[in-house]
């Protein structure tokens, strides 16, 4: 691992979260393949469950059911792909106002999306791309996140991007940029690991430097996920089990500054679920 010299552990220390926004534990993302097992009324080894928001936001059969009936049991905390808040097409209010609806409908935790641009020209391109990390990327991206705040009627949780590619136009490291836009838009954070390794794998970056500096107090919960080594570059493809590389930079981050909210990742050739309860314990291993 990059920076793998410098992985040491620190004392835990007690960090104030700029926003009253609970510690949910370990779960997992709630998927289709795992609707029956996770409604029988089976003992779950998860303590809440993450729904991918757009799945459920123009439904009123089944998975809206089987959200419900999850809801009565688990916290739920939504993460999106689709809010375009890196993009210069106009806000989709009418998006936010479905995603706040669905929000209030089931009691989400909270409402979360990602630090890109998924569309231009009213189109969706079904991926998320990076931003320039540049002043003026940054004073357009608050004003968008503070909208769409307004909005939602909640502080967002935005996710650190995976990254293939830097611009020649970048001013400033992805940390800092990330930083300054959730100070300057008072938002929240989801420190994925698994995208800081492969963003720092595919850069030739230091992990550890890294997290060093992100802002604490603004994170409010944790992804893990598998991706794809291809000896020159990493994909973050969340196709498999959290690498044992991934899992030592977690527990930096538990020694560092304590248990956080956690979702373990799995999206292509999902596993039964048992599978994923195993990655689960493992991280509640590490959290103590």
Request: with cysteine; glycine share 8%.
């Amino acid at each position: 691992m990059q920076g793998q010299g410098r992985l040491r552990l620190q004392p835990q220390v007690t960090l104030p979260r700029r926003h009253a926004l609970p510690e949910l534990g370990v779960g997992v993302g709630l998927r289709m393949r795992h609707f029956g097992h996770v409604t029988s009324g089976a003992e779950l080894g998860v303590d809440l469950f993450e729904i991918l928001t757009e799945n459920f936001l123009f439904t009123e059969g089944r998975p809206m059911a089987i959200l419900e009936q999850v809801r009565r049991d688990h916290q739920i905390v939504m993460h999106g792909v689709s809010m375009n808040l890196g993009s210069t097409d106009p806000l989709d209010t009418d998006h936010l106002r479905r995603v706040k609806a669905l929000a209030d409908r089931i009691e989400a935790a909270w409402v979360g999306d990602h630090v890109c641009w998924t569309g231009v020209a009213g189109r969706n391109g079904h991926d998320l791309y990076p931003v320039p990390y540049t002043e003026e990327a940054l004073a357009h991206m608050v004003e968008r996140v503070k909208r769409a705040q307004g909005v939602l009627g909640r502080p967002l949780v935005l996710e650190n991007p995976s990254t293939y590619l830097t611009f020649a136009t970048d001013g400033m490291p992805e940390v800092e940029w990330i930083a300054r836009l959730a100070e300057a838009s008072d938002c929240a954070l989801l420190l994925d690991v698994n995208n800081v390794y492969v963003t720092c794998r595919n850069h030739s970056l230091d992990p550890i430097a890294y997290l060093e500096q992100v802002p604490w107090e603004r994170v409010v919960q944790h992804h893990l996920a598998g991706h794809t080594d291809h000896g020159t570059h990493c994909i973050d493809t969340h196709d498999g089990p959290v690498c044992d590389d991934v899992w030592a930079l977690y527990r930096w981050v538990v020694e560092r500054v304590g248990p956080i909210t956690t979702i373990v990742e799995w999206d292509g050739d999902v596993p039964s679920f048992d599978v994923l309860e195993a990655e689960v314990a493992r991280a509640k291993a590490l959290r103590g």
